[in-house]
Nanobody, 124 residues
Framework: QVQLVESGGGLVQAGGSLRLSCAASGRTFSRYAMGWFRQAPGKEREVVAA????????YYADSVKGRFTISRDNVKNTVYLEMNSLKPEDTAVYYCAADPDQNIATKSWQYEYWGQGTQVTVSS
Protein backbone atom coordinates (compact mmCIF):
# COMPACT_ATOMS: atom_id res chain seq x y z
CA GLN A 1 0.00 0.00 0.00
CA VAL A 2 1.16 3.54 -0.70
CA GLN A 3 0.03 6.93 0.57
CA LEU A 4 0.35 9.98 -1.65
CA VAL A 5 0.58 13.62 -0.65
CA GLU A 6 0.55 16.39 -3.25
CA SER A 7 1.96 19.88 -2.79
CA GLY A 8 2.89 22.90 -4.84
CA GLY A 9 -0.48 24.11 -6.02
CA GLY A 10 -1.52 27.74 -5.84
CA LEU A 11 -2.64 30.82 -7.72
CA VAL A 12 -0.62 31.94 -10.72
CA GLN A 13 -1.16 34.32 -13.60
CA ALA A 14 -1.57 33.06 -17.14
CA GLY A 15 1.81 32.36 -18.67
CA GLY A 16 3.31 31.51 -15.31
CA SER A 17 4.73 28.29 -13.93
CA LEU A 18 4.17 25.91 -11.05
CA ARG A 19 5.82 22.73 -9.93
CA LEU A 20 3.70 20.10 -8.28
CA SER A 21 5.20 17.38 -6.11
CA CYS A 22 3.72 14.12 -4.92
CA ALA A 23 5.48 12.36 -2.08
CA ALA A 24 4.82 8.66 -1.63
CA SER A 25 5.17 6.58 1.50
CA GLY A 26 6.58 3.09 1.52
CA ARG A 27 9.68 1.39 0.20
CA THR A 28 8.38 0.12 -3.13
CA PHE A 29 7.76 3.40 -4.96
CA SER A 30 9.72 2.23 -8.00
CA ARG A 31 7.19 -0.58 -8.52
CA TYR A 32 4.37 1.86 -9.24
CA ALA A 33 3.41 3.58 -12.44
CA MET A 34 2.54 7.16 -11.54
CA GLY A 35 0.17 9.65 -13.04
CA TRP A 36 -1.16 13.15 -12.67
CA PHE A 37 -4.83 13.82 -13.21
CA ARG A 38 -6.96 16.93 -12.90
CA GLN A 39 -10.59 17.74 -12.35
CA ALA A 40 -12.18 21.09 -13.02
CA PRO A 41 -15.58 22.06 -11.58
CA GLY A 42 -18.37 20.35 -13.46
CA LYS A 43 -15.97 18.25 -15.52
CA GLU A 44 -14.77 14.69 -15.36
CA ARG A 45 -11.36 13.78 -14.07
CA GLU A 46 -8.84 13.63 -16.90
CA VAL A 47 -5.32 12.37 -17.28
CA VAL A 48 -2.64 15.04 -17.56
CA ALA A 49 0.56 12.98 -17.66
CA ALA A 50 1.87 9.56 -16.73
CA UNK A 51 5.28 8.06 -16.15
CA UNK A 52 6.57 4.51 -16.13
CA UNK A 53 8.11 2.77 -13.14
CA UNK A 54 11.67 3.59 -14.17
CA UNK A 55 10.83 7.02 -15.51
CA UNK A 56 11.92 6.05 -18.99
CA UNK A 57 8.46 6.27 -20.48
CA UNK A 58 6.07 9.19 -20.35
CA TYR A 59 2.65 10.14 -21.66
CA TYR A 60 1.01 13.54 -21.98
CA ALA A 61 -2.48 14.68 -22.80
CA ASP A 62 -2.57 16.68 -26.00
CA SER A 63 -3.71 19.74 -24.08
CA VAL A 64 -0.47 19.92 -22.07
CA LYS A 65 2.15 18.61 -24.52
CA GLY A 66 5.09 20.95 -24.77
CA ARG A 67 4.07 22.82 -21.61
CA PHE A 68 4.10 20.20 -18.83
CA THR A 69 6.82 17.76 -17.85
CA ILE A 70 6.39 14.74 -15.59
CA SER A 71 9.38 13.25 -13.81
CA ARG A 72 10.11 11.03 -10.85
CA ASP A 73 12.86 10.44 -8.32
CA ASN A 74 12.75 6.85 -7.11
CA VAL A 75 15.24 7.61 -4.34
CA LYS A 76 13.15 10.44 -2.93
CA ASN A 77 9.88 8.56 -3.59
CA THR A 78 8.50 11.62 -5.37
CA VAL A 79 6.85 12.37 -8.68
CA TYR A 80 6.80 15.89 -10.10
CA LEU A 81 4.76 17.85 -12.59
CA GLU A 82 6.47 20.91 -13.98
CA MET A 83 3.84 23.20 -15.50
CA ASN A 84 4.85 26.08 -17.75
CA SER A 85 2.92 28.55 -19.90
CA LEU A 86 -0.12 27.99 -17.76
CA LYS A 87 -3.53 28.89 -19.13
CA PRO A 88 -6.80 29.65 -17.34
CA GLU A 89 -8.15 26.35 -18.67
CA ASP A 90 -5.51 24.54 -16.63
CA THR A 91 -7.38 25.57 -13.49
CA ALA A 92 -8.39 22.41 -11.62
CA VAL A 93 -7.66 20.22 -8.64
CA TYR A 94 -4.62 18.14 -9.53
CA TYR A 95 -4.25 14.61 -8.21
CA CYS A 96 -1.39 12.18 -8.31
CA ALA A 97 -2.06 8.48 -8.48
CA ALA A 98 -0.17 5.21 -8.24
CA ASP A 99 -0.78 1.98 -10.15
CA PRO A 100 0.93 -1.22 -8.99
CA ASP A 101 -0.06 -3.34 -11.99
CA GLN A 102 0.98 -1.51 -15.16
CA ASN A 103 4.40 -0.23 -16.26
CA ILE A 104 2.63 2.93 -17.41
CA ALA A 105 -1.06 3.74 -17.21
CA THR A 106 -3.19 6.48 -18.74
CA LYS A 107 -6.71 5.65 -17.51
CA SER A 108 -8.02 6.70 -14.12
CA TRP A 109 -9.61 3.29 -13.52
CA GLN A 110 -6.17 1.67 -13.73
CA TYR A 111 -4.92 3.55 -10.68
CA GLU A 112 -5.42 2.10 -7.24
CA TYR A 113 -4.05 4.82 -4.97
CA TRP A 114 -4.83 8.53 -5.02
CA GLY A 115 -3.68 11.63 -3.23
CA GLN A 116 -6.00 14.21 -1.75
CA GLY A 117 -5.39 16.74 -4.53
CA THR A 118 -3.94 20.22 -4.75
CA GLN A 119 -5.69 23.24 -6.23
CA VAL A 120 -4.17 25.05 -9.19
CA THR A 121 -5.79 28.31 -10.21
CA VAL A 122 -4.62 30.25 -13.25
CA SER A 123 -5.91 33.79 -13.56
CA SER A 124 -6.26 35.55 -16.88
Amino acid sequence: QVQLVESGGGLVQAGGSLRLSCAASGRTFSRYAMGWFRQAPGKEREVVAAISRSGGGTYYADSVKGRFTISRDNVKNTVYLEMNSLKPEDTAVYYCAADPDQNIATKSWQYEYWGQGTQVTVSS
